[in-house]
């Protein structure tokens, strides 16, 4: 069988802001078709990882491929400058917390998540999927997201994102602030996903959400990364402190 692409692929990666260097000489490769879990502790630079390859961190160095492609940029690119460029070569952010209009309905945010000419045109059968990924939204379709709980409202930010036509969805901390059992559904709703050509990566506190349920966990310290089970021997350890 052929060797699944290379969807992301970064080398001597180095992000921070500031004067202050949150990842440091980081590679990490991710392959079509892979969901990958990332823990670590808060503060160790998940967030900062995925705002480096968005271009969203205060500097960064080093090279990223998204689909072959240069992404990585200097030290003096400015925050955000490339983002809009890299979105429209396949990156899926989808940020910690709900960041949503709340007068906007559940179906006028998926909506504004097709923001592709292609995935516009297929919003129907996209927004069909999303649903089937998270029922509750269904009923709610017309409802104005202000009126949503905590986990509603959750899964309508992971909705949208998962509206875009992209080939990574860097999804970070999807089940922080909800209770444990909500949580755990918009985590199984994650895995749930048919990835077929693309990838994802879930940044995760909770270790136990993840384990057996993605293809690989790495593990986040200090901003370097950690591989397979010592991930999970990282983050015991530390909670012993
Ligand atoms: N926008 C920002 N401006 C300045 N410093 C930041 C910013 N975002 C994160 N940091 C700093 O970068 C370091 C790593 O934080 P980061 O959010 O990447 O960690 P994390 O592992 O994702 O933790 P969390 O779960 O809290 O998001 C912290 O010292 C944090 O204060």
Redesign the pocket.
């Known amino acids: 069988m052929a060797e699944a692409r290379e969807v992301l692929s970064v080398q001597g990666l180095s992000a ?3 004067p ?1 260097r ?1 990842i440091h000489d980081l590679d990490l490769i991710v392959k079509a078709g892979e969901r990958i879990g990332l823990v ?10 995925f ?1 480096a390859i968005a271009g969203l961190t ?1 500097w960064q160095r080093g090279s990223i491929l998204l689909n072959g492609r240069q992404i990585g940029r200097t030290r003096s690119q400015g925050p955000g400058r490339y983002t809009h460029q890299i979105v429209r070569q396949g990156l899926a952010l989808i940020p ?1 917390g709900d960041e949503i209009f709340h007068g906007l309905t559940v179906e006028e945010h998926l909506d504004s998540g097709a923001f592709t000419p292609r995935a516009w045109k297929e919003r129907a059968t996209r927004k069909r999927r999303i649903y089937d990924v998270f029922p509750p939204l269904r009923k709610l379709s017309n409802t104005p997201v202000g009126r949503l709980s905590g986990g509603e409202r959750r899964m309508v930010s992971i909705g949208r994102g998962l509206m875009a036509e992209a080939s990574l969805f860097l999804v ?2 999807p089940s922080l602030g909800l209770a444990p059992k909500i949580g755990k559904g918009v985590l199984d709703a994650l895995m749930s996903i048919e990835l077929s050509d693309s990838a994802m990566v879930i ?1 995760e ?1 909770n270790i136990a959400l993840l384990e057996g349920k993605v293809d690989r966990v790495i593990g ?1 310290h200090v901003g370097k990364l950690k591989g397979g089970a010592s991930a999970a021997l990282m983050l015991n350890s530390n909670r012993d402190l």
């Open positions: 921070g802001w500031g202050l949150v670590g502790l808060n503060g160790h630079g998940k967030t900062t990882l705002y205060g910690q970070d901390e940044a506190q986040m």
